[in-house]
């Protein structure tokens, strides 16, 4: 794809004012249970910071809030047929989007298919061309660039194909270049500052921090700087390094940097920020092999995602900490009702989900953050049951056939 390198400390980054905490184990293995925050040291490095970092993590921590979604909108348009097109199904994202954007279209009676654009720019510009291909009433650009794939988007827009994105563009909401009737994510400076006022408060304001990002994605390489800029808020908080290792190279790659990680910062490695939840699952086998314990540090949250894989880790105190879960199956949801609204002509919706921070302490040993109230919500807006479709609904029409 590209080449990669590290990329220096950032000087932006605070000086560590106290001591960090030693990093525990001393067995093979993982224990397990909740991870435990290092102990309080005697004097903080950014008391101010820190009590606002505490209150702001408490509230984001809460699963008891209602549904705050469209509450009206048009009823449900009949036989249509949407393709998603995935950077990489191997992001535990992307797929948990598309598994709900499967669900809500059999819930509206809609015909839904995904092509993988396997994490490479050729691969996603050769699906996307396949999907532009197939004609479809809608697109899906699940979660790479558009800008990658600026001629079929062209091409989309000639044939006025909407398209609607997830974690396509830097904000939620329409966006006029790239041209997308909506792009569905939570605000990345939300999910970026709840994740490091989560480091800060964990580590009761001292800590040093490695943050994991993919700098070939926008949105993940802003999201990545917010939270190192955030960090820098807490003088006690030094950003020991930024390792730039690509969503499709985890499995490869984030081994072996966490060893020389381990071998470069052994005391004073003690909390990480990943982008994506996936760098912790291929994090986890560097660490048991330095008998570090899965409960201990480096703790780890995850700014942004929250697959089942995370929930499994952090319920059992395996190598991460916490996780910043978007709610897949609800922006899979919103992706079908978004396009309806497309298709009745009417706008976007507005709606952008808020934060929320998942640990063991309040995941309920669930796997995945999936608030209550958006279904029975949809399925009132498109009026009830899921309407009945036509016998040719179910195969690709070309737009001659629909317009």
């Known amino acids: 794809m590209h080449p990669y390198r590290k990329t220096a400390l950032r000087g932006a980054a605070a000086v560590l004012a106290t001591a960090v905490t030693v990093l525990a184990g001393c067995e093979r293995g993982a224990s397990t249970g909740a991870a435990s925050p290092p102990p309080r040291p005697a004097t903080g490095g950014c008391p101010a910071v820190l009590a606002g970092a505490e209150a702001a993590v408490r509230q984001a921590e809460k699963t008891d809030g209602g549904w705050h979604g469209p509450a009206t909108g048009p009823r449900a348009v009949t036989g249509r047929t949407l393709v998603l097109v995935a950077q990489t199904m191997t992001n535990p994202g992307v797929a948990g989007v598309a598994e709900g954007v499967r669900e809500a ?65 830097d904000a939620p909401g329409p966006s006029k270049d790239p041209a997308l009737f909506t792009n569905v994510t939570t605000r990345v400076g939300d999910v970026a500052r709840i994740s490091a006022d989560w480091v800060i408060a964990h580590a009761h304001g001292a800590a040093g921090v490695v943050v994991f990002t993919d700098a070939s994605i926008p949105f993940a390489r802003n999201k990545s700087d917010l939270i190192i800029r955030e960090l820098a808020t807490c003088a006690g908080v030094r950003l020991l390094a930024e390792e730039n290792i690509p969503l499709a190279d985890t499995s490869s790659r984030t081994p072996q940097e966490v060893s020389s990680l381990l071998s470069r910062f052994p005391d004073r490695w003690t909390h990480s920020v990943a982008i994506n939840d996936v760098y912790f699952a291929d994090a986890a086998p560097a660490l048991r092999a330095t008998r570090r314990k899965g409960a201990g540090a480096p703790f780890g949250i995850g700014a942004g995602d929250g697959d089942p894989s995370a929930f499994q880790r952090i319920n059992s105190g395996q190598f991460q900490a916490a996780t910043v879960p978007e709610a897949l199956s609800e922006q899979g949801w919103q992706i079908v009702d978004e396009f309806n609204r497309a298709f009745a002509g009417e706008p976007a919706s507005g709606y952008v989900a808020p934060v929320h921070v998942t640990t063991a302490a309040n995941s309920g040993g669930a796997a995945s953050w999936d608030p209550p109230g958006y279904r029975a919500a949809y399925r009132r807006i498109w009026g009830g049951a899921a309407p009945s479709a036509p016998a040719a609904a179910g195969q690709m029409r070309s737009a001659a056939m629909r317009r």
């Open 105 to 169: 279209a059999r819930a509206i009676g809609w015909q839904v298919r995904v092509i993988d654009g396997q994490g490479t720019p050729a691969g996603i510009q050769e699906a996307f061309g396949q999907a532009v291909a197939l004609r479809p009433d809608g697109i899906v650009i699940g979660g790479f660039d558009p800008h990658l794939t600026s001629q079929q988007v062209a091409a989309a827009g000639a044939d006025r194909i909407p398209l609607v994105g997830w974690h396509a563009v």
